[in-house]
């Protein structure tokens, strides 16, 4: 079958693919809204010690492509990247689909991996958050990304902040997923995620062999992208359209939940942090214990709210909450049953992972902690059994995959 193309559609191809040239600098107008302290957590110190006494946001300076169609009726896609670079890459791989979809595309400079994680952090939730104030964007359609030690921080990013960020977009470097269970009953309620290596890259295992098989077991939306020929590269822009597509598929569960559960998302052009993200967090739980399908989904909000802002009043709530939770015999019995089967899958899942990433001594200590936690129930003779089996295998320790830069 032949399509003919009429010249005004042509034209306006051309001149969207001249659109290239809205690919600018851009500087962050005020301080992030978004709570980069909490994203920056478990880099084994004080992210605040990272910034520089005279860190100015103002000062911080970010690449950005604006679509050509852009208009203030609706919301946008945006495409966040994150460089292991002092300068900003990946727009090269990422022009043909922003151009074509229309889609915001945004990259720090000097966000690189030798700034310190916490001051990386922040210049990258700076720059989002300076793109969302000036633009109307989608946090159902806001993707984060990067490359190498990009895609890293990346992953620590949008694992933190899932009422943020509907997708996460690694290319040729994952970190793992914070421990708090509610942001994983979050990121598999509604974020996806593309993990890309390349055949030859040397993080390649890594990707395949451990971290995109055990979200894929713990029920979170993913897909892997194996390039062949390609090494520790960003590849070809026919790939990454295919994975942008990837991502944009899955946003009609991503706005039913939006629907569903407004208090654990934010609008196009919201900013919540502190006591303001608790109280919402809290109002969330309230509801949630309040329905048998998730009142397993709203304890874990609130031992969040103690554990995350242990000193605000919203915390107190969520105390008082579970304190009255505690004194229903049978809720309790309920609660019991649900949260061994939550941490069943879950831990199960990270010690088998680790073990398909040779990492025997992480997955014993994973078990064992299964175990422990649930010494009474049946689950605790399966992990003592699997820590048996893995201590009589002839292995060689490996270093615990951990949080990279």
Known sequence: MIFRISSALVLWHVLASAAGAQLR?????????LDWEFAAQGFGRDPAGDLPADYDSKRQKY???????YTTTQNWPLIAFISPEPRPVGWASFEQICVNEGIFFCCPYNAH???PAGQRIRIVLDMVDDVRRKYRIDPNQTYIGGFSGGGRIACSVGFSLPEVFAGVLPVCGTNPLKSLPYLRHRIVDRV???FVTGAGDFNRKENEEWMAPYLKELGIRTNLWVVPGMGHNIPHAGVMGEVVNWLAADLKRRQEDARSQPQLNLKFDEGLRGDAQADRLLAAARRD???KERVWKGVALLQAITKRWPDSQAAGSAGELMQKIKSDEQLVKALDDLRLADDSEAFSAQARELERAGNIPKAIEVWDVLAHNHRDAPIAEKARSEVQRLQNLEVPARVEPRRRK
């Open 25 to 33: 600098d851009a500087k962050v107008s005020q301080p992030t809204r």
């Open 63 to 69: 690449q950005l492509y604006v679509p050509f169609t």
């Open 113 to 115: 991996n030798k700034t």
């Open 192 to 194: 996806s995620v593309a």
């Open 289 to 291: 214990v309040e329905d």
